[in-house]
């Protein structure tokens, strides 16, 4: 028989909820890139903007960069990364497209895939036989139900979330990296959103 006194058992909980927090920076390479190249800035119209519509919030890299945060805050980013990695399929240059679509294929559409996107069968299968051609037009149905998806579901969120709120209120010299309330995932750059 085991006794444990309360010290040991106070300082076992200590380090079992200190193991179990999230880490408060980014842990890997590709998460410092992001932090040191989105956005320094956001304007109360660019914030207005995004409200607006989804489209405006999609088409500013500042905007996207906040989404993805936001996204990243309720661990359902792989939405965004999926739309993301289809707008640099079709600049990629002919020669490399079959293996960027098959890359992307595996990795959030097959079922099962690491960052498995939410799609019907029929959608999956379709663009499944578009990897055989591997055009610009390989991806455009599913990564149009991937945005309807998003405008419907985690947009409305983002309108009525923390985050937006807090942005609206901002003056606008006020650095979006300010916001470490969001895991530090929010970095700094001088892009902004288009008039």
Not at 29 to 36: D, M
Not at 167 to 186: H, N, V, W, Y
Request: proline share 3%.
């Amino acid at each position: 028989m085991v006794i444990c006194d309360s010290r040991h058992a106070k300082d076992i909980k200590h380090k079992i909820g200190f193991l179990l927090q999230k880490p408060e920076f980014p842990t890997d390479q590709k998460q410092v890139k992001e932090k040191t190249t989105a956005v320094k800035r956001v304007s109360p119209a660019d914030v207005e903007k995004w409200k607006l519509s989804f489209n405006n919030l999609m088409n500013c890299e500042s905007g996207r960069t906040v989404f993805t945060a936001f996204l990243k805050s309720e661990l359902s980013q792989e939405n965004l990364e999926f739309w993301n990695a289809c707008e640099e399929y079709k600049k990629s240059s002919p020669n490399k497209m079959a293996a960027k679509a098959k890359e992307i294929y595996e990795q959030y559409i097959e079922a099962d895939s690491p960052n498995e996107v939410n799609l019907d069968s029929a959608t999956r299968e379709e663009t499944r036989q578009n990897l055989s051609i591997a055009g610009l037009s390989c991806f455009n149905d599913a990564q149009q139900k991937i945005f309807n998806l998003m405008e419907k579901d985690s947009y409305r969120r983002f309108l009525h979330s923390k985050l937006i709120q807090d942005l609206s209120l901002l003056s606008s010299t006020t650095p979006l990296c300010a916001l470490k309330k969001i895991g530090g995932k929010i970095g700094c750059s001088e892009n902004r959103c288009g008039a």
